[in-house]
């Protein structure tokens, strides 16, 4: 089995890395996306065209915005997890090790989200 030359080590690394970056990122975009659509405003508690949301409204919206995040982190996360997988059975320990690193900073952002604050 060949196992690549330290320049295609580092290569392959920073596209990894960079490819985790843009995972972040879009899923970033997405619930940004969500979240300033106009709905409510003001944290989450009003309108943005005026007036107070029942509380079936609001819990519609917080529903829409957890959906879209805690969906948005899944994907990533499940794209993390398979790029880990063939990192392990190819035996590059350095990407294992920063698909973990990226997996804990995904199930961190995860945790701390709230749907009515911005992230």
């Known amino acids: 089995m060949r196992t690549g030359g330290p320049i295609e080590r580092v ?3 920073v596209a990894v ?3 985790d970056l843009a995972l972040l990122t879009a899923a970033r975009f997405a619930i940004h996306r969500v979240r ?3 709905v409510l405003c003001d944290g989450g508690m009003v309108f943005c065209s005026g007036g107070d949301p029942t509380f079936a409204q609001w819990r519609a919206e917080m529903t829409l ?3 879209v995040a805690y969906g948005s982190f899944a994907v990533v996360a499940s794209i ?3 790029s880990l997988v063939v990192a392990r059975r190819r035996g590059r320990t350095g990407i294992v090790i920063m698909q973990l690193t990226a997996l804990v900073v995904v199930a961190v952002l995860a945790i701390l989200w709230e749907p009515y604050k911005r992230w």
Do not use: E, F, K, Y
């Open 11 to 13: 290569t392959t690394a």
């Open 17 to 19: 890395l960079i490819v």
């Open 36 to 38: 300033d659509r106009g």
């Open 65 to 67: 915005r957890s959906t």
């Open 80 to 82: 993390l997890i398979a």
